[in-house]
């Protein structure tokens, strides 16, 4: 999250890969402004290429008053960055109001992320393992996309939430002890 210009003590939803129409990113972006007047404060990461007007999106981030919320990232991602976007999330969306598959949704699953996602896309593609990181929500539904980011980060370790372990102190048995809480 530093590494990204992230506040370490804010949980970060992650949307990944080329931007077109189809893959929701406005719908991600009302879900913040819904979670936001739930008093939940979080951050919308925005990494990969736009082939759309990113005019417009800007335009609607200031609009709803998001702009300190939402980091934008214009660009082809190189295979060498990917891992530093993807452990920077606490929670991956995939607001896909059309198309059948997604390769990021699969990166973020073996980066071991909740993922949110709309019935769309295809969910023969994914694995049995991974069903308990899958929250599901309805093309286009903010508000249930909204809940079901917040799910998802409450029923999930946030990145955000794990130990910094020095050489020095007890820092295992600290996280030993974090474990058993959880669990």
């Given at each position: 999250?530093?590494?990204?210009?992230?506040?370490?003590?804010?949980?970060?939803?992650?949307?990944?890969?080329?931007?077109?129409?189809?893959?929701?990113?406005?719908?991600?972006?009302?879900?913040?402004?819904?979670?936001?007047?739930?008093?939940?404060?979080m951050r919308l990461l925005v990494a990969g290429e736009f082939w759309?007007?990113?005019?417009?999106?800007?335009?609607?981030?200031?609009?709803?008053?998001?702009?300190?919320?939402?980091?934008?990232?214009?660009?082809y991602i190189p295979n060498e960055e990917i891992g530093l976007y993807?452990?920077?999330?606490?929670?991956?969306?995939?607001?896909?109001?059309?198309?059948?598959?997604?390769?990021?949704?699969?990166?973020?699953?073996?980066?071991?992320?909740?993922?949110?996602?709309?019935?769309s896309l295809n969910s023969a593609e994914l694995a049995d393992e991974?069903?308990?990181?899958?929250?599901?929500?309805?093309?286009?539904?903010?508000?249930?996309?909204?809940?079901?980011?917040?799910?998802?980060?409450?029923?999930?370790?946030?990145?955000?939430?794990?130990?910094?372990?020095?050489?020095?102190?007890?820092?295992?048995?600290?996280?030993?002890?974090?474990?058993?809480?959880?669990?």
């Open positions: 999250k530093q590494r990204l210009g992230l506040p370490a003590g804010e949980p970060v939803a992650l949307f990944f890969g080329i931007v077109r129409p189809y893959k929701g990113l406005r719908f991600a972006i009302e879900a913040l402004a819904e979670l936001r007047a739930r008093g939940k404060m759309e007007d990113v005019m417009a999106y800007t335009l609607m981030i200031e609009q709803l008053g998001l702009s300190a919320q939402v980091k934008i990232d214009n660009r993807f452990s920077a999330a606490d929670v991956f969306v995939a607001p896909y109001v059309g198309g059948t598959q997604s390769g990021a949704v699969k990166m973020a699953l073996g980066f071991g992320l909740p993922v949110v996602i709309s019935q991974t069903a308990h990181r899958l929250y599901w929500v309805d093309p286009k539904d903010v508000v249930a996309l909204a809940g079901e980011i917040e799910r998802s980060l409450r029923e999930n370790v946030s990145a955000s939430e794990t130990l910094t372990l020095s050489s020095g102190g007890d820092e295992w048995g600290k996280l030993v002890d974090k474990i058993e809480t959880m669990i």
